[in-house]
């Protein structure tokens, strides 16, 4: 994990340098799915400023619940191992805390950086529920990859590519790191 951490900031670092004109293009099978996984967490902020406003907890297990099955369902209908799809969006979920806690934790140690005003939690919630079929689309679509030695250095690539390209900070690419787990066989 450190290893990969100390990878992900190396390259991330050194696609400021001179000698790299600009990020590349989208390449192999992986871009779609980090891309879209970055669609996800781009929901994190939101739901931590609701939770940080509303001083409601990050953890909703029912929700997660719903979230995980529903996937695992859609994923099945498009002939995926819905284990495999559930472990991916259980990994969603786990990387959308960790920028949550993260947040929350600035927000507290630092109250004039918190929000004031709620974000709309259902159209989060919209975003959520259309984001899972692309995610599950765009996994059908790197599956064969999944078993392929070189899954881990390509799923690493197309991330680094993605937040370069978002300009994520630390957090949110940590965030990202936590998502692409299971991505990999």
């Known amino acids: 994990m450190t290893r990969r951490l100390v990878l992900l900031a190396l390259v991330a670092f050194c696609a400021g340098c001179g000698t790299i004109a600009a990020p590349q293009a989208a390449t192999g099978p992986w871009e779609p799915v ?4 970055a669609d996800r967490l781009a929901t ?3 739901v931590a400023a609701s939770k940080y406003l509303s001083k409601s907890g990050v ?16 994923g099945a209908s498009r ?12 990994d969603q979920i786990a990387a959308n ?23 709309d939690l259902a159209g989060i919630r919209t975003t959520l529920d259309a984001v899972t ?6 996994l059908a679509s790197a599956q064969p990859a999944r078993t392929d030695p070189t899954c881990r250095a390509a799923v690493t690539a197309a991330a680094v590519r993605v937040a370069a390209a978002r300009t994520l900070d630390t957090l949110h690419r940590r965030g990202l790191e936590r998502a692409l ?5």
């Open 79 to 90: 002939r995926l191992d819905p284990v495999e799809v559930t472990a991916v969006v259980g």
């Open 59 to 74: 953890e909703d297990p029912a929700r997660e619940r719903v979230v995980v099955d529903a996937a695992g369902a859609v």
């Open 34 to 37: 980090v891309t879209v996984v």
């Open 97 to 119: 805390k960790v920028v949550q806690y993260g947040l929350l934790e600035s927000w507290t140690d630092r109250p004039a950086t918190a929000p004031t005003v709620p974000p």
């Open 44 to 46: 994190a902020d939101a």
């Open 181 to 185: 787990r299971s991505l990999c066989a």
């Open 133 to 138: 079929p692309r995610l599950v689309d765009a």
